[in-house]
């Protein structure tokens, strides 16, 4: 399944190197389209994700027409939309200011606009940077998470930084995703895209990074118990997974013998995200 799903974040990146100049309406057909449908079983969002440098960047973006037309159909609750924007966190915070705009996290864990030149910010990021989630669908259940800067997160920009370096999709570790409405956790995909000297766009899985530069990621968000439970229930029958437990865990040898709870399928009425904790890597061996 996933392997499937990585296949189809290649299709959008080859989408956005051959069209730089997408638009929402562009990337909407091409995701909600039938073709593509099959892998929102498993992906719970698919989303592009420009690289911004500097405050006219910024300004640039933040005032793009087809971002200002999104978000007047949103904030009017119109149908083409698909979601209630005034009832949203970031796109309620849109409607309210009157703009589109780019947004972090505050102090009491809200949406607020991104702050990307405080000695704090530069500090962690090194520069004005941002890479704002600018589109992205399905858009009804993602629309919270719409102009949000994922390197406000150190867990996004690690796996950023990693990724612009090597030219290789890299998944994030888990996280509590913005758009998540209950207690799951999730990972990103980041793939990204860069440009040539030609001017040309392109990925790099083949690690050539020389010579080229980053400028925006295709993005993959995955609800991990959503994946864990379509994936078990699209290849076994209900035979098959009658009277078994599963458990999914990140061993990676980066977190010191302190394995991270992902997922768990067959648990009956259990909140798999509140009863099974982080554990270490024997109690791991013990429940795998």
Known sequence: EVIQDLIYQDMVANLWTLKPDISHAEFKSFIMSEAYSPALDTISGMSLIPRVLGPEARDSLEQAAGAELLRK???????????????????GLFCSEDRYMFTEFGADGQLVPA?????????????????????????????????????????????????????????????????????????????PIFESPNGSWRTALDGDVENIVAVGSVNGV?????????????????GQLADI????????????????????????????????????????????
Request: hydrophobic share 35%; with cysteine.
């Open 73 to 91: 159909s949103c904030c009017a609750n119109a149908g083409a939309s698909g979601s209630k924007c005034n009832d949203t966190a970031a796109t």
């Open 115 to 191: 702050t990307g030149d405080s000695s704090n910010y530069l500090s962690r990021v090194g520069a004005e940077e941002y890479m704002i989630v600018h589109m992205i669908e399905p858009f009804a259940t993602n629309s919270k998470v719409w102009g949000f800067n994922l390197l406000s997160s150190d867990a996004r920009l690690l796996a950023w930084r990693s990724a612009m370096q090597t030219g290789q999709k890299t998944f994030t570790r888990r996280l509590n995703l913005v758009q998540g409405a209950a207690q799951e956790y999730g990972v990103l995909v980041w793939l």
């Open 222 to 238: 995955y609800f991990l118990q959503r994946m864990l439970t379509r994936s078990l229930e699209n290849t076994y029958g209900p």
């Open 245 to 288: 437990e599963v458990f999914l865990y990140d061993d990676d040898p980066e977190l010191n013998g302190k394995a991270e709870f992902l997922a768990a399928y067959g648990v009956g009425s259990k909140n798999p995200h509140d009863e099974y904790s982080d554990t270490g890597i024997q109690d791991v061996t013990a429940v795998a």
